[in-house]
């Protein structure tokens, strides 16, 4: 199993960013996705989920609006489009492989830094 | 502030045990299953248990969970200087449909 996270970079506050997260080594629709985030030196942050066929999605209140999960089953690629973005977005973005909070696999992550 | 509760730190000696615990409420910890992941310094998580006891293939028996109420505990034994890292429970809390997390709990290993 293996998960690559890319399309992290510098970005205005205001800004938009679209994270992408290769998956293989697994049955990719099999599994419901996740994008978990760590701010520098803090603790680890739901940011949003979405189901195995993905009908299903959820994402937390701090980014509900501005963030889109997605995926693409046929090419095993999760995604993240991030919009309106503020400085408290600034952290690491994990891929995950869930569901819930079984996460038994983690990408090694894409930082994402929000600055003027 | 985290919706799970952790100590910010423990401590132990080498080849003694350790608790780490994590409390919630009825709409996450109380009727959900728990996981716990510990974090090297530098690197991504890494599942240590799941389904609140339960350990992935490769993780020592050293390392054990569980429940009870809306409290979950880790415990370590056989401390290694190894084991110095961040550790962090989660569940999924039914109230906000979002998984949750604690705060984070760094292990020293004296």
């Known amino acids: 199993v293996q998960l690559v996270e890319s399309g992290g970079g510098l970005v205005q506050p205001g800004g938009s960013l679209r994270l992408s997260c290769s998956a293989s080594g697994f049955i990719f629709s099999d599994y419901a996705m996740d994008w978990v985030r760590q701010a520098p030196g803090k603790g680890l942050e739901y940011v949003s989920g979405i189901s195995g066929d993905g009908g299903g999605t959820s994402c937390a209140d701090s980014v509900k609006g501005r963030f889109t999960i997605s995926r693409d089953n046929s090419n095993n690629t999760l995604s993240l489009q991030m919009s309106s973005l503020r400085a408290d977005d600034t952290a690491v973005y994990y891929c995950?492989?869930?569901?819930?909070?079984?996460?038994?696999?983690w990408g090694q992550g894409t930082l994402v830094t929000v600055s003027s | 502030q985290s919706v799970l509760t952790q100590p910010p730190s423990v401590s132990a000696a080498p080849g003694q045990k350790v608790t780490i615990s994590c409390s919630g409420s009825?709409?996450?910890?109380?009727?959900?299953?728990v996981s716990w992941y510990q974090q090297l310094p530098g690197t991504a998580p890494k599942l240590l248990i799941y389904e609140n006891n339960r350990r992935p293939s490769g993780i020592p028996d050293r390392f054990s969970g569980s429940k009870s109420g809306t409290s979950a505990t880790l415990g370590i034994t056989g401390l290694q200087t190894g084991d110095e890292a961040d550790y962090y429970c989660?569940?999924?809390?039914?109230?906000?449909?979002?998984?949750?997390f604690g705060g984070g709990t760094k292990l020293t290993v004296l």
């Open positions: 009825s709409s996450n910890i109380e009727n959900k299953y």
């Open positions: 995950v492989r869930g569901p819930y909070s079984n996460y038994d696999y």
């Open positions: 989660g569940t999924w809390d039914s109230s906000l449909s979002v998984v949750v």
